[in-house]
């Protein structure tokens, strides 16, 4: 197949979740193309077009990080092609990590929606992306038995009057973030909650959300396909994000470590009841972040981690992704437009 990723920028990808999938189907013998959200073309009356950058098939790439060295590298290939001549277009970069570029916020899931409309496979969904585009009002969709308490709001007095119901201890956070960047723990300590409220609202609206104590112990990152924990050879996409000492952020960006988790019967079912929406929606791919029984983030548009299941001895689960989409491109084939975008997104 023809597989198209999407990142934010060619020239400043990481190595992390993306680049593994773009390895691994390269390794499946697959046609693997990547681009950044400034390099979609349209052209009126015609297909839209895009600058894709691919590395010669014959290229050995026996790990993510020489992937990423020879897509970024002089021998990488340039080529414009037709979105049509595409199976798949894999939307995977992250709108919040576009300091200085409020371009290219939107661009990705803009010019997906087109291409979609070219009857080209796009994951996930593109319309369930542009209803989800700000996850953190998304994941107020959820049942309220999975969530903690929080209110969403610009008003300093809401959330003043929300932070004294909760015996002074919450946590504040952008709506629009990510990477543990601008969240703070505001107890009756705390001698600056005026100056982080009115720095927070005047980036946009706040999130206050009630204080978990067993985030202690961490967070988990859960990964779900196809509405489905991700298991291969009995071991599941699950691991444990544990901040480092006084810091209560358990980000990888911000130095949390990485250990291990089983699937608890509170995390099942938060699964269970986060997963027909999600299938629904036509959202493949996405990760929940949960503190001991509740969910306290969901991630559609460039779920992560995977980069680090080696640390604690778990496989990779790129193979699983895609041989995923493999299948999803073969159900294309064989039901001739019978199948929506939708609904081939999130069938096994």
Excluded at 118 to 144: Q, T
Aim: aromatic share 8%.
């Amino acid at each position: 197949m023809k597989i198209c990723f999407v990142l934010n920028d060619i020239e400043t990808e990481g190595n992390g979740t993306s680049t593994a999938l773009m390895c691994m189907a390269h390794q499946r013998g697959h046609e693997v193309f990547a681009m950044g959200v400034g390099d979609f073309n349209f052209h009126h009356d015609a297909p839209i077009t895009i600058n894709a950058t691919q590395i010669p098939k014959n290229t050995k790439t026996k790990s993510p990080g020489k992937f990423l060295e020879a897509l970024q590298g002089k021998k990488a290939r340039k080529k414009q092609l037709d979105c049509n001549e595409l199976d798949v277009l894999f939307i995977r970069n992250n709108p919040t990590e576009e300091v200085g570029r409020q371009w290219a916020e939107q661009a990705g899931v803009a010019f997906g929606r087109m291409v979609q409309q070219a009857d080209v496979l796009v994951l996930n969904d593109a319309y369930a992306l542009s209803h989800a585009f700000i996850d953190k009002l998304y994941f107020e969709e959820l049942p309220a038995e999975i969530k903690p308490d929080s209110l969403i709001t610009r008003d300093k007095d809401q959330l003043l009057d929300f932070w004294e119901k909760k015996d002074k201890k919450m946590v504040l956070k952008p709506l629009e973030g990510s990477g543990g960047q601008d969240v703070y723990l505001i107890d009756e300590h705390e001698k600056n909650v005026n100056q982080i409220i009115d720095h927070l609202s005047s980036q946009g609206y706040v999130i206050a959300q009630e204080f978990l104590p067993a985030v202690k112990d961490g967070d988990v990152r859960v990964l779900l396909l196809n509405g489905k924990v991700m298991e291969k050879d009995g071991e599941k996409a699950i691991i444990r994000r544990v901040a480092g000492e006084g810091e209560f952020r358990s980000n990888f960006a911000l130095g949390a470590t990485a250990d291990s988790s089983d699937l608890t019967p509170e995390m099942q079912r938060i699964v269970d009841l986060t997963a027909p929406k999600l299938i629904r929606d036509g959202l493949f791919f996405v990760g929940l972040d949960i503190v001991k029984d509740k969910l306290i983030e969901i991630n559609v548009l460039s779920p992560g981690g995977m980069e680090h299941f080696k640390d604690i001895g778990l496989p990779p689960f790129t193979d699983v992704v895609i041989e995923a989409i493999e299948r999803k491109v073969e159900y294309k084939k064989m039901y001739e437009g019978q199948l929506s975008n939708r609904t081939l997104a999130t069938m096994n």
